[in-house]
């Protein structure tokens, strides 16, 4: 089945509320951390298709509105999502630097209808995600990165997954989004994936509840979440 782009809320409906929404999670991310803003984010989710490079992308859109320079990196190497949500090239990308010595200069876009913000796609699918985000390549490059941009926000894959992708980017960054999707995920699975990044040394800054629907069939209620949420630290 063909998977659906990513919405870019922000670019296409500025004063919508879903615009207002992701403005209103970037105005909370900022507060999260004692002693300084959060430089480094990743997006993440217990379980595939619960709306994490929607959320990666819009929260980008929205940081860079605030006047941020920001950097929204596709760290999906599996199925990525980015490229296709702003109608970019992915022949280069992340994997072609850590793999072929692409240089950064060449893969990074500045995406002209929202000035702060830059790209860097995934890349040409590679057989080794996992070993490419963990290695020191990665590292020293995440480094660099950090000092040319204020912000940088990673999409990733999901957390309960048989790879440990979302795991190994959790560690580099600074803080850790866990998206929840209301109406299909159970509330065990989220926990399971936040006791999984807590573990890894992750700094949770908190979760968003995407998708949420009044149907009663929800698996996921905003009240369940908003109790599970507080009852977990997690806002
Ligand atoms: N709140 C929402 N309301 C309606 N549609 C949404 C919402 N959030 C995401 N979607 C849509 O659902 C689909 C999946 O979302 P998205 O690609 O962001 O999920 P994902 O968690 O990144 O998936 P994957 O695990 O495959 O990377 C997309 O078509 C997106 O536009
Ligand atoms: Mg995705």
Known sequence: ???KTPKLYCLEQLKSSSGDQFRSIRSNIRYTRVGGEIRSLLVTSSLPDEGKSTVAINLAIAMAEAGKTVLLIDGDLRTPTVHKAFDLPNW???SSI??????LEDCIISIEDAEGLSVLTSGPISPNPAELLGSEGMKRLFAELSVRFDTIVIDSSSVLMPFSDALILATMTEGVLLVVKSGKVLLKHTSSAKHLLEQQGAHLLGAVLNYRKKSRRSKIRGEDFAEWASSSGMV
């Open 98 to 103: 850590l793999v072929d010595h692409t240089r």
């Open 92 to 94: 280069i990308g992340l």
């Open 1 to 3: 089945m063909k998977k």
